[in-house]
């Protein structure tokens, strides 16, 4: 099962922007959907965006326009810019992916936007 790793969360002002990476322990060209999934404290996980394997993304309405996934074959990497950042995208942003019918979950980074 492939293995997920994230880095790119931190504190931020308002306003600010943030790129969080994936990096995938094996070749992601197969990987039928990647992305990534946030939860706020005490709330629900919610998608923020995922991409497909033919890199057509999708984006939860409260963050079109300010963020941009993104995927590197070669790197085995998917990436999340984050610009325009609010104190609403706080949360924990953890990344996914769907190969199949199986699902893997990255550990989490912590992403903080102070107003």
Known sequence: QVQLVESGGGLVQ?????RLSCAASES???IN???WYRQAPG?????AATITSG?????A???????TISRDNAKNTVYLQMNSLKPDDTGVYYCYARKVVSVTWGQGTQVTVSS
């Open 28 to 30: 992601i060209f197969n």
């Open 14 to 18: 308002a306003g600010g922007s943030l």
């Open 61 to 67: 309405d409260s963050v079109k326009g300010r963020f």
């Open 33 to 35: 959907i990647m992305g």
């Open 55 to 59: 890199g057509n993304p999708n984006y």
């Open 43 to 47: 709330k629900q996980r919610e998608l």
